[in-house]
């Protein structure tokens, strides 16, 4: 079965509002989860690195006030995708290391009209 | 930083032919190397792994590294039409990301 979720798997919203998007490690404690985006016929590119408890570390070009990134559990991670615009419609895979292997999410299509 | 390149095709096969995915990667220092399969719309999932020079196999997959090279390969016999997909490649990051190349759509024809 499924080791790592995200709710929502798909989410339409207008521009200017704010869209939260969870991930959550089943039946494991994951210390360390990653969010991804993935833009139409590219790759996954990081965007930034959550630890449990720490301020997450985000790659450069990806504005930490605009994505913002909560790991308050052990199994949650949360991102949460301020004041969205249509630039911001992509699909949002997050992953997390349990045990040393790195399982992915299912993924979020966030579409911004 | 570290870069990964792949051909991103569409590389295109009749059912039963070897596909053949090929990969490059610019850090000569990365130690892990992935290979992910991932449909249209769905998530990446997890082919196979190698660390060490050489030919790995399972199943129909069979990967090869050649870190002299920084080449890393993708062999999928006896191809299916359900093996269409795109086909990515990764290594490890420092933080233990994965760092993706763009991908090979790869078709299988019945």
């Known amino acids: 079965g499924a080791v790592v979720s995200q709710h929502p798997s798909r989410v339409i919203c207008k521009s200017g509002t704010s869209v939260k998007i969870e991930c959550r490690s089943l039946d494991f404690q994951a210390t360390t989860m990653f969010w991804y985006r993935q833009f139409p016929k590219q790759s996954l590119m990081l965007m930034a690195t959550s630890n449990e408890g720490s301020k997450a570390t985000y790659e450069q070009g990806v504005e930490k006030d605009k994505f913002l990134i909560n790991h308050a559990s052990l199994t949650l991670s949360t991102l949460t995708v301020t004041s969205a615009h249509p630039e911001d419609s992509s699909f949002y895979i997050c992953s997390a290391i349990i045990a040393g292997e790195q399982f992915f999410g299912p993924g979020t299509r966030l579409t911004v009209l | 930083q570290k870069e990964v390149e792949q051909n991103s095709g569409p590389l295109s096969v009749p059912e039963g032919a070897i596909a053949s995915l090929n990969c490059t990667y610019s850090?000569?220092?990365?130690?892990?190397f992935f290979w992910y399969r991932q449909y249209s719309g769905k998530s990446p999932e997890l082919i196979m792994f190698i660390y060490s020079n050489g030919d790995k196999e399972d199943g129909r997959f069979t990967a090869q590294l050649n870190k002299a090279s920084q080449y890393v390969s993708l062999l999928i016999r006896d191809s299916q039409p359900s093996d269409s997909a795109t086909y990515l490649c990764a290594v490890r990051g420092s933080q233990g990301n994965l760092i993706f190349g763009k991908g090979t759509k790869l078709s299988v024809k019945p």
């Open positions: 850090d000569r220092g990365s130690q892990s």
